[in-house]
């Protein structure tokens, strides 16, 4: 274990197990769906976990990116969300599937689907590998599909970071409190 980590709470083996199950149920849901299935990654937390997401996905695919931020520096939300870039494709009739790396209070989602509805797309579903239930403010934001429920901590790597950093562990793990402190 390294010495800034307390625990590894998901390792690589249970995260990519988890992802081919998902791989599954989304190709029951999309594979008989004749429009365009855009996949929009949140940038930039959820690039792991897209790209090995959707090399489970048979059908054919468009990738688009956001970006949007909620938090600064710390572990905190700062409870608004600013649109750092927006997508490039026309989503419009198309069906969306939204990958993020993490669900919290729910408030980067409501604002992401709020966007994306107005722009009048065949469907939009969303796509997480971790949810914090516990923290949510946004109640009625339910994820379609979960990778992993995790408790109220704040958690690094495979693509979520602090201060920018650890986003390259394959695994995710718990940062000692000193390490934020
Ligand atoms: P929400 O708007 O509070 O749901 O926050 C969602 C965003 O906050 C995620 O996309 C992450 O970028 C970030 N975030 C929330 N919890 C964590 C965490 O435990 N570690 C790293 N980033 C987190
Ligand atoms: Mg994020």
Redesign the pocket.
Known sequence: MRDDLKEIILTEEQIQKRIVELGCELNNLYEDKLEDLIVVC?L???LMFTADLVRQIKRQVVFDFMD????GGD?E?SGS?RINKDLEEDIKGKHVLIV????????????VIEILQTREPASIKVCTL?D?PN????KH?IPDFNGFE?PD????GYG???AEKYRNLPFIGVLKPEMYE
Do not use: H, N
């Open positions: 949140i930039k937390g959820a949007v931020s909620s938090y572990t939300s969300v993020e790396d993490i669900v919290d209070t729910g408030l980067t989602l409501k604002k971790l914090k923290r949510r403010t946004e934001i995790i901590k704040f958690v690094v979520l970071d602090f």
